[in-house]
């Protein structure tokens, strides 16, 4: 039998876990971390926060360079982090890069009374990229709005065909408490899966789809962006899936110390380059993926130990 959770009974996530694992993943240090390195897995370590976020908004310009008439391509971006997006606008203009043929992915949407929350909300993700980063750029060099993939009830089907019609070269992420990427949450535990959790394979079918959130996700969210009111963060979102994930050329995920905690940045690390997969951790599941880099801010990856104040 596997461990009940400590958060949220009925659900499944690391704590259900061995122990043996999550100990392990406890116990490494900053050294620890970065000799996790491995052939489809890379850890790279900034040493202050502009040369982080820098490098993060480059793998956009990285991507958008690449695009052309005959191989359109483009990157698949998350809303948290989000302080890159400004600076990825200035790279833009400032370099002259042309978006016609570039593509950009939105990861997820917020999902409330049967549809995607719209724009004009402040919880829009599509708001925050369109304030933060699309409409700084100058207007001769913007992407077409065909090119920009966001996320509806409407549209989830042309949403997944857009990954067989252009390249997404990286899909870039943040990681939350729960371990996942996107909102690819661990699922509740009941019928089929009330002993056990989706095995890998099972899960890495998933295509995007509207997804119930883990209670840690709706927490997690409150805190970071609603001021910490629970009761006004959705319970459903619409999420990219492993399926579009696994047709991305390279997946990048990007540890600034404020999303998830020193534990849950070990324990992925962890998992990843020792292989080990378990969809209560999703996460755990890109040791599969071809090319996984993970991107830590130094002074962001604390430590585990206790500290009582």
């Avoid at 596997?2 to 694992?21: F, P, Q, V």
């Avoid at 900053?30 to 502009?50: A, H, M, W």
């Avoid at 890069?97 to 949407?109: P, S």
Wanted: proline share 6%; aromatic share 10%.
């Amino acid at each position: 039998m596997r461990n009940e959770s400590k958060i949220a009974a009925g659900w499944w996530d690391y704590t259900t876990l061995d122990n043996e694992i999550l100990n392990a993943a406890a116990r490494l240090s900053e050294k620890d971390i970065i000799q996790l390195s491995r052939p489809g897995f890379t850890v790279n370590f900034y040493d202050t926060l502009e040369s982080f976020y820098l490098a993060e908004a480059l793998e956009y310009i990285y991507c958008w360079k690449k695009a052309t008439a005959l191989k359109p391509c483009g990157l698949c971006g998350p809303i948290g982090p989000t302080e890159q997006l400004p600076l990825v606008a200035q790279l833009v203009n400032d370099l002259e890069v042309d978006l016609k043929y570039a593509h950009f992915w939105a990861m997820d949407e917020w999902y409330i009374n049967g549809r995607e929350v719209p724009e004009t909300d402040p919880l829009s993700f599509k708001k925050a990229d369109m304030d933060l980063c699309f409409s700084k750029i100058k207007k001769e060099l913007k992407m077409p709005e065909e090119n920009m993939h966001f996320l509806s009830v409407g549209n989830i089907e042309d949403y997944k065909k857009s990954y067989d019609e252009a390249s997404c070269l990286i899909m870039q992420g943040g990681q939350g408490e729960v371990k996942h990427w996107a909102f690819n949450d661990p699922v509740k535990r009941e019928g089929e899966h009330k002993d056990n959790p989706p095995s890998p394979e099972e899960y890495r079918k998933l295509t995007t789809r509207i997804v119930e959130l883990h209670p840690l996700t709706i927490i997690q969210n409150a805190r970071t962006s609603g001021g910490g009111v629970v009761s006004n963060i959705p319970s459903k979102a619409i999420s990219v899936g492993p399926s579009e994930t696994w047709k991305s050329s390279k997946v990048s995920i990007w540890h600034a110390g404020n999303h998830d905690n020193p534990f849950g940045i070990r324990l992925t690390s962890f998992m990843i380059s020792k292989k080990i997969q378990d969809s209560s951790v999703p996460m755990s599941l890109l040791a599969d993926h071809p090319d996984v880099q993970f991107n830590f801010y130094r002074y962001g990856i604390g430590s585990c130990s206790v500290d009582m104040h």
